[in-house]
């Protein structure tokens, strides 16, 4: 399941490559930005689970004992959102290759059930900040503009059931917040 996955994480990142590429003009996201990483609740499933833990395996002892440190701090807070990630150091994503669909849609205008949704940071004056009027709550672009702010169906959930997932027999198990998922699978080990 683990190489199929792979596979689709290629596929899917291949996309999410055109997207960030057409949206460029909009897009602040840069090394040591980590706003999207220090207040959520990261919601993953089972095999996104599975494959980041395979991953973390083969970091550095060095790196693990960090982030052990930042499991250990994140359980002890008894917290269910609005968290650091424990995975990120010094301002970086220690599993990038591994981290969940959630992650790789962060910057990007989501199609959502009612409206689309606008990642948070434009009210950091980042992403889509200087085509976005908040008062309006609308986007602010001209049809002769060569490129406009555009939502795409991103959604993890949609992710998880489009046809690569399928054409993968990708089957991604029950959904919980990556600390409930550390939570019970570090209630018996020592950290
Ligand atoms: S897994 Fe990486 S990209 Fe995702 S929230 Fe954690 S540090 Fe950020």
């Known amino acids: ?13 291949a996309g999410f490559k055109n997207i960030l590429k057409e949206q460029a ?12 990483c220090k207040e959520g609740e990261y919601p993953l499933s089972e095999l996104e689970y599975v494959y980041l833990m395979f991953y973390y395996t083969t970091l550095s002892d060095d790196i693990r004992a960090i982030i052990n440190q930042n499991i250990d701090n994140l359980l002890k807070q008894n917290r269910q959102k609005f968290y650091s990630c424990p995975f ?11 981290r ?7 910057g990007l205008i989501s199609i959502g059930k009612q409206k689309s949704k606008i990642p948070f940071c434009v009210d950091l004056g980042l992403n889509y900040a200087s085509v976005y009027d908040k ?22 959930t949609v992710l998880r059931n489009n046809e690569k997932a399928e054409l993968f027999d990708i089957n991604f198990g029950e959904d919980k917040a990556l600390v409930e998922w550390l939570r019970e699978d570090y209630a018996d080990k020592a950290l």
């Open 100 to 106: 969940p669909l959630i992650c790789r849609t962060f």
């Open 135 to 156: 008062e309006r709550n609308a986007f602010i672009w001209d049809e002769n503009d060569a490129v406009v702010p555009k939502a795409y169906n991103i959604d993890r």
């Open 88 to 98: 990120l150091i010094n301002d970086e994503c220690s599993v990038y290759a591994a």
């Open 25 to 36: 003009p909009f897009i602040k996201c840069k090394k040591g930005c980590s706003y999207c």
């Open 1 to 13: 399941m683990i190489n199929r996955y792979k596979k689709y994480l290629e596929i899917v990142d």
